[in-house]
Structure formats: C-alpha cells, structure tokens
C-alpha cells in the first residue's frame, strides 16, 4: 500500500479531490501508522478509526477528507475531552469548539484526541494523567509541551495535521523539539470558543503542520471573528496560502541579543544564526535589537498565568461534572475531589495563582506582574516600528530526557524562557526546524511579528523552507 | 514574605497531605524567591497591562440560543435528584 500517511495536507487534499486517493485510503493508511507506532509515542488518548467510514465526503471543501487530530483540551461534541485530567475523566461536551466545528465544515475528520500536559500545565507532555508522550525521534526524549501529543503525531506521521493550544510556547516548544512546523497566531485570531481555558489573556488554539505551507491552510480554516468569544477580533482573515509565494527581500528582520545568552545550547546558537544567515542570503536585511526586558518574562508570566489559572479552575468543584469524592459536608467535598482529581503541577499553579491574587500579596505580586508585562510588549512595539520580523531560538534547547526536568519546577519553566513574551504581548510567531544537533535531535527557529502579521512569518518561514531540507527529514521510528 | 501553605491550600479548595505540603511549600518558596527578581524594576508610572490587544466588552442581545441541552448537560452529574444536581448541605440549621 502506498504510504500515503507521510503525505502533507495540500498533498493529501489535491490528491483526494483529483481522486488519486480515496478518504478511506488515507485513513486506513494512517490508522495503520498509528497501530505501529503509537505504542511507542503514546501521542494519542483517543483514537477513533471508525470515523473514517461515518464521515461524509464532499469534493469541493478544502480539507475534504484530511484527517486531523485535536489536543484534549479541544471540545469535541460527544467525544470525550478531558485536558488530561483525572477530574475530567469521562466528560463528554455537549458541543463542539469553533475551530473544531470549522475543521468539520471544512472536510476535515477529526480522528484522535491528543496527549498533553495536564490542563496544559508542562513543557514536556509528562504532568498528564495518562502518563507521558515520547519524542518520536529519541524515544528516551520528552516531545516538548504542552502540546506533545500533538507535535509527536504530526512529527512520526501519525497525522496530515493537528491542533494544539499555546498559554506560554506549548505549541512552538514542542513543534521545535519534535522537528515540525507550530504556529501561534495573534491573541484573538482564532476563536477560543470550546478551549478549556488555561490563562485567558494568553491562551490561543494554532496548528501543527510537516510545512509552512500546511499551517497557512489550516490557519485559514480557523481564523475568524467568533460571536461565541469576545475576545476574538474582529479582523478579516485574508488567504494566508497568498502569502508564501512572496520572497523575503528587502523585509528588515531583528536578532534580539537577550535570547543569545549564555546557557544557550552551542548547537542550537550556531543553527539559529545560520537561519539567519540564509535568509540574508536570500535577501533579507538582518540586524540586532534589544528587547530589554525578556528576562523578566518568565517571572511576570509566572504570577499572571497561574492567577488566571486558579481562577479559571475554580470551576472544578465536583458539583456539575467530572471527578466527586463524595463528603457529608460541602466545602469538605470541594476540598477531597480537588486533591483526588489534580495533579502535582496543577496544584502548584492554582496555589500560586491563589497566593499572588490573596489579599495583602495582590499588590506586590499580581499588579506588580501586570505591570511588567506593559514594559514587556512596550520592547516589542517599540521593535517592531522599525522592523518586520523578529528572529531567535524557539528554546534554549533541543529535547531533554524524559524526568529530567519533573522534579525541579523552575528549571521546568526556564525551558519556556523564549516562547513566554510573545504570549504576554500578544504578537502570533511560528517555529519552524532548522537544523539538527549531532545527536540527531531537531533545533527549532522561532519567527514573531506585530500583532495580525501571521502573512509576514508565512513568507519568511516560507522562504526558509523553499531553500532547505529540514523540514523533508523525518524520525526513523 | 511567607507564605503559608495551609492558609493558601484552604484558600484554593485543596486538601493536602503532609508530603505534599512540604513538597509544594519548598516548590513556591523557590518561585517566590524567583519572582522577586521583578523588583529590580520600578513600576511606579507603568499602567497594567491584563489584555494585550485593545479589545472593548462586546453586548449581545439575551437571547434563547440552545433549548435542548437539558439532558446532555444533566447527564454529566456525579449525583442528581430530578432536574437538579445533588450536593452536600449547603445551609445550616439554627
């Protein structure tokens, strides 16, 4: 049988709508792929096969046919979504999110559910409830989070494509630590309707594709102003696939010395600066910047994501649905299920997000936070007046070894030293692979610009790709 | 600054055990001390920033969208009595 599981979503599509392919030949192929390899990853917490035979199929949409895996925190109608919780375990929504409703209107079959950290709380895929996913190009290796199920699938080829969600890089760390392409678009771009919510201020849905082409097609089909999310904008959405047939000529395009620090690792350095030495080379203007304030990143992020933690999860008391650990006394009731039904790291965070909110530390803690992300999107607009594209390393390192990190919660968020910014200001940025170290492990770019410039990183990540092989190697699992 | 891990557990609905009360008391002490580093800065004439893009509140009319959710939304109860959903007493008796 042909092995069509490797092919991309344009391919795919092209060839299901020229009937090259039947919907069913795909699907058979990647379910295959998935049986062989999975038990491997462990990437999926929910793989449905029989989709493929329930979905109709109808020529003329753009994804007809293409199957598409979804991050568990993503609400699928009648499927069970369950953030990779044991307090959620068994929840079934009763309605699909926007951009799951649209990948249906749009052809798509949504297939498999994807691991991630719990409630996205993890840069490694290891704090979920299910145990953790394996990167699938060293299987001793974690595949990035929060979204490793969803990176791992696209990487070894158990999905055309899939979604995830990025609250501080858990879409572009993992893209980058597992070789693919990851985008987080813009705050307010894609409708955040049906996405369990994490940080709500920095919380956005963005693909996983093998190609930069791919994600400007799947962030065509999601993007969009949303009645059932007020904080989704308003904007147009123009065709993205337009975007990277431009060349990258003449845009001015910044290094910002503060993510060439030391503890960077050497390999990922030398690959990042050799990124941007190819794209001068095809016509960029390259020069340095200075965002001053990226050290203090992690630190903001760290009071306003988990504020916005603990009360975001809040909701999670036994009463309406999930786990309840049953007590003749109400408040008792609240406080078994909430120790039974979450785990290590998202205990942490709702106790901290409940510390910096308390009464007496709210000043000093949570205003202070607010306060310094101003200064930190200040860096940013300020940048971004003179420049098109902001250049740099997605993370300071290629993939870790699984437990390296589980233990020691600061070193844990330290990995996400480089993707915190963008989310704290807004701004969309995509990671694309860039290169590989010796031991074979993928080194991700991470490309930003100004809020609405998803077309800017298009065509330069485009360009990129046009002119390198990276993106053609695949994990030898 | 201290904090107190049992003070902050009850504030956020959470029984912990003595392990973890250690385990996570030394964790946030550690974030804290992290945090601190934020101090290096004045903030004095800085606004805070919740949102990061200019985004006004939206109205809607009120209107009735989904009628039919009685049921899918009901069965997901850990206990219900009738239409309800079943908990601990919540008021006392006098």
């Given at each position: 049988?042909?092995?069509?599981?490797?092919?991309?979503?344009?391919?795919?599509?092209?060839a299901?709508?020229?009937?090259?392919?039947?919907?069913?030949?795909?699907?058979?192929?990647?379910?295959?792929?998935v049986?062989?390899?999975?038990s491997?990853?462990?990437?999926?917490?929910?793989?449905?096969?029989?989709?493929?035979?329930?979905?109709?199929?109808?020529?003329?949409?753009?994804l007809?046919?293409?199957?598409?895996?979804?991050?568990?925190?993503?609400?699928?109608?009648?499927?069970?979504?369950?953030?990779?919780?044991?307090?959620?375990?068994?929840y079934?929504?009763?309605?699909?999110?926007?951009?799951?409703?649209?990948l249906?209107?749009?052809?798509?079959?949504?297939?498999?559910?994807c691991?991630m950290?719990?409630?996205?709380?993890g840069?490694?895929?290891?704090?979920?409830?299910?145990?953790?996913?394996?990167?699938?190009?060293?299987t001793?290796?974690?595949?990035?989070?929060?979204?490793?199920?969803?990176?791992?699938?696209?990487?070894?080829?158990?999905?055309?494509?899939?979604?995830?969600?990025d609250?501080?890089?858990?879409?572009?760390?993992?893209?980058?630590l597992?070789?693919?392409?990851?985008?987080k678009?813009?705050?307010?771009?894609?409708s955040?309707y049906?996405?369990?919510?994490?940080?709500?201020s920095?919380?956005?849905?963005?693909?996983?594709?093998k190609?930069?082409?791919?994600?400007?097609?799947?962030?065509?089909?999601?993007?969009g102003?949303?009645?059932l999310?007020?904080?989704?904008?308003?904007?147009?959405?123009?065709?993205?696939?337009?975007?990277?047939?431009?060349?990258?000529?003449?845009?001015?395009?910044?290094?910002?010395?503060?993510?060439?620090?030391?503890?960077?690792?050497?390999?990922?350095?030398?690959?990042?600066?050799?990124?941007?030495k190819?794209?001068?080379?095809?016509?960029?203007?390259?020069?340095?910047?200075?965002l001053?304030?990226?050290?203090?990143?992690?630190?903001?992020?760290?009071?306003?994501?988990?504020?916005?933690?603990?009360?975001?999860?809040?909701?999670?008391?036994?009463?309406?649905?999930?786990?309840?650990?049953?007590?003749?006394?109400?408040?008792?009731m609240?406080?078994?299920?909430?120790?039974?039904g979450?785990g290590?790291?998202a205990?942490?965070?709702?106790?901290l997000?409940?510390?910096?909110?308390?009464a007496?530390?709210?000043?000093?803690?949570?205003?202070?936070?607010?306060?310094?992300?101003?200064?930190?999107?200040?860096?940013?607009?300020?940048?971004?007046?003179?420049?098109?594209?902001?250049?740099a390393?997605?993370?300071?390192?290629?993939?870790?070894?699984?437990?390296?990190?589980?233990?020691d919660?600061?070193?844990?968020?330290?990995?996400?030293?480089?993707?915190?910014?963008?989310?704290l200001?807004?701004i969309?940025?995509?990671?694309?692979?860039?290169?590989?170290?010796?031991?074979?492990?993928?080194?991700?770019l991470?490309?930003?610009?100004?809020?609405?410039?998803?077309?800017?990183?298009?065509?330069?990540?485009?360009?990129?790709?046009?002119?390198?092989?990276?993106?053609?190697?695949?994990?030898?699992? | 600054?201290?904090?107190?891990?049992?003070?902050?557990?009850?504030?956020?609905?959470?029984?912990?055990?003595?392990?973890?009360?250690?385990?996570?008391?030394?964790?946030?002490?550690?974030?804290?001390?992290?945090?601190?580093?934020?101090?290096?800065?004045?903030?004095?004439?800085?606004?805070?920033?919740?949102?990061?893009?200019?985004?006004?509140?939206?109205?809607?009319?009120?209107?009735?969208k989904?009628?039919?959710?009685?049921?899918?939304?009901?069965?997901?109860?850990?206990?219900?009595?009738?239409d309800?959903?079943?908990?601990?007493?919540?008021?006392?008796?006098?």
């Open positions: 049988m042909d092995e069509f599981y490797t092919w991309t979503i344009k391919e795919t599509a092209e299901l709508r020229s009937g090259k392919a039947t919907p069913s030949d795909i699907l058979e192929s990647l379910c295959g792929r049986r062989a390899v999975d491997k990853l462990k990437a999926y917490v929910n793989f449905d096969e029989s989709r493929s035979k329930k979905a109709d199929f109808i020529k003329a949409k753009p007809s046919g293409v199957p598409i895996a979804i991050k568990d925190n993503i609400s699928t109608r009648g499927w069970e979504t369950t953030c990779a919780s044991k307090i959620l375990k068994g079934i929504p009763p309605y699909d999110a926007t951009v799951v409703r649209k249906k209107e749009a052809g798509a079959i949504i297939f498999a559910k691991n950290d719990e409630f996205a709380f840069s490694s895929c290891e704090t979920s409830c299910y145990g953790p996913t394996f990167n699938p190009w060293n001793q290796c974690v595949p990035g989070g929060s979204s490793g199920g969803s990176a791992a699938s696209v990487a070894a080829d158990l999905a055309v494509g899939s979604l995830g969600s609250t501080g890089g858990s879409i572009r760390q993992p893209a980058a597992c070789g693919v392409v990851g985008l678009p813009t705050y307010g771009r894609v955040r049906g996405l369990i919510a994490f940080g709500s920095l919380d956005q849905i963005g693909p996983f594709t190609t930069v082409e791919d994600a400007a097609i799947l962030l065509g089909v999601i993007a102003h949303d009645p999310d007020s904080t989704s904008a308003p904007a147009d959405v123009p065709d993205y696939t337009q975007a990277v047939k431009k060349d990258v000529k003449g845009l001015r395009i910044g290094l910002p010395k503060e993510y060439f620090i030391k503890g960077i690792d050497p390999e990922v350095e030398s690959a990042v600066r050799g990124a941007a190819k794209l001068e080379s095809l016509g960029a203007k390259i020069e340095e910047v200075s001053p304030h990226t050290q203090y990143a992690v630190a903001t992020y760290y009071i306003v994501a988990t504020a916005e933690a603990s009360s975001n999860l809040g909701r999670y008391d036994g009463v309406q649905y999930g786990l309840r650990v049953p007590s003749s006394d109400l408040v008792e609240y406080m078994k299920t909430r120790c039974e979450f290590r790291e205990k942490r965070r709702v106790l997000g409940t510390f910096v909110l308390s007496g530390y709210y000043e000093a803690y949570y205003l202070k936070g607010l306060k310094v992300r101003t200064l930190i999107k200040q860096d940013f607009d300020k940048a971004f007046e003179r420049l098109d594209v902001i250049l390393p997605t993370s300071p390192t290629p993939a870790f070894k699984v437990g390296e990190r589980l233990d919660p600061l070193a844990m968020y330290l990995s996400d030293i480089f993707t915190i910014p963008q989310n200001a807004g969309p940025a995509i990671s694309i692979p860039c290169g590989f170290t010796k031991g074979g492990l993928p080194i991700g991470q490309l930003m610009a100004k809020p609405f410039g998803e077309e800017t990183l298009f065509r330069v990540a485009h360009a990129f790709e046009r002119a390198t092989d990276f993106h053609k190697k695949r994990p030898a699992i | 600054m201290k904090m107190k891990i049992e003070d902050v557990a009850k504030l956020a609905r959470i029984r912990l055990d003595e392990k973890e009360k250690n385990k996570l008391g030394k964790d946030l002490e550690g974030i804290l001390a992290y945090v601190e580093k934020l101090n290096e800065l004045d903030t004095k004439a800085v606004q805070p920033t919740s949102h990061a893009l200019p985004l006004e509140n939206v109205f809607r009319k009120d209107e009735i989904h009628q039919d959710v009685k049921e899918e939304v009901l069965k997901h109860a850990p206990l219900r009595e009738r309800f959903f079943k908990v601990p007493k919540v008021i006392e008796e006098v």
